[in-house]
């Protein structure tokens, strides 16, 4: 895609070289979210850190060999933030490729697997229709949050998303009301509740302009 003039920042696609440091900064963010700690924390932190690791390792290798849009926000060279989309050109939920599900058994564990895809067939009952995007991660360095960033890291996956011709919209999870309110203000709309394990939160949608 074409960079997004946003001030001084562009909005562009990840190369190889960035997915690197895409982790590190999606395993910062995510590294306290209730979902994880409860889908992956057994008492023992380095464990659950290794297996944050490996979920967010095998997603991203997922997305990048599936040529799924990796979004990154940068200031000149240096890596701000990272957005990354699934569509549904790519199995979902319980239609997961087997290798995607052996890889992140090994990371991460059987039951762990299992609550990914639950997460992401719960989101995939309420979407409106096959050709929606799913936003999988969305996260920013820690040095560079409350800075207005956020917004304009979810505006640059709406430029992408109203961009795309297959696409009908992107929808996400949230259980952070905080973050609801930064995605409803950009254009999201709550389209239901979800329960994940013991975890509530709503599905949001962003219907793409036309």
């Known amino acids: 895609m074409e960079a997004f003039t946003l001030d001084q920042l562009r909005a562009v696609y990840l190369t190889a070289e960035d997915l690197r440091v895409a982790a590190s900064i999606i395993y910062n963010a995510y590294h306290d979210d209730p979902f994880f700690v409860e889908l992956l924390d057994q ?13 967010i390792r095998e997603e991203l290798n997922e997305l990048w060999q599936q040529d799924q849009p ?32 052996l890889k992140m058994v090994l990371g991460t564990g059987w039951k762990s697997t299992q609550g990914l895809i639950k997460k992401e067939a719960s989101m995939l009952e309420h979407l409106p229709s096959s050709q929606c995007g799913i936003l999988q991660f969305i996260a920013l360095t820690p040095n560079e949050q409350n800075k207005g960033l956020g917004a304009r890291l979810v505006q640059a996956v709406l430029s992408w998303c109203d961009e795309q011709v297959d696409i009908d919209g992107i929808g996400v999870f949230v259980n952070n009301k905080k973050h609801e309110a930064l995605l409803v203000k950009q254009g999201f709309k709550v389209i239901a509740p979800v329960k994940v394990g013991s975890q509530v939160g709503d599905v949001l949608f962003y219907e793409k302009h036309k």
Do not use: M, N, S
């Not at 940068?74 to 549904?88: R, S, W």
């Open 70 to 101: 990796l979004i990154g926000l940068f200031d000149e060279d240096k890596l701000l933030g990272v957005a990354c989309v699934i569509t549904q050109q790519v199995p979902l939920g319980e239609t997961r490729y087997w290798h995607w599900r």
């Open 43 to 55: 008492g023992d932190l380095a464990q659950y850190e290794q297996k944050l690791r490996a979920a």
